[in-house]
């Protein structure tokens, strides 16, 4: 014959009630995002970029309308070519970095690459 067992709940299994607290071990403050690291560099070489390449496509169209001597003609797709190459990726990250700035939802200045 088998010993029998207390019987807590009255079918022959112990068991007791774990007490439930409101502390699940997780705190709010790990879920929320740190303040971004704002790239001053990158910002400031974007600048640059679209600076400077906006004054080689404004050359380079005074050169195409003739509006700068026929002489430096030869000079003229090189210079508009160069302005675009470096127009396109600075007015990119420029544009980036304003609409982070202003806080426009889906832009962050974690979009912009870092040079460290």
């Known amino acids: 014959m088998m010993p029998k067992r207390n019987a807590v ?3 022959g299994a112990k068991y007791h009630k774990l007490t439930r607290t409101a502390d699940d ?3 709010d403050l790990q879920f929320e995002r740190p303040p971004p690291k704002v790239p001053y560099k990158a910002i400031l070489l974007a600048t640059v970029l679209f600076s ?3 004054l080689l496509i404004i050359i380079g169209a005074m050169l195409l309308s ?3 001597d026929a002489k430096y003609q030869d000079r003229t797709w090189p210079v508009l070519l160069i302005g675009a190459l470096m ?3 600075g007015a990119y990250h420029v ?3 304003y609409y982070a700035y202003k806080g426009y939802s889906g832009y962050s ?3 912009i690459p870092e040079f460290d």
Do not use: C, E, M
């Open 87 to 89: 127009f396109i990726p």
């Open 25 to 27: 071990g997780y705190i």
């Open 109 to 111: 200045y974690d979009d």
């Open 66 to 68: 003739g509006y700068i």
């Open 9 to 11: 709940d009255g079918q």
């Open 52 to 54: 400077v390449g906006s």
């Open 95 to 97: 544009r980036i970095a």
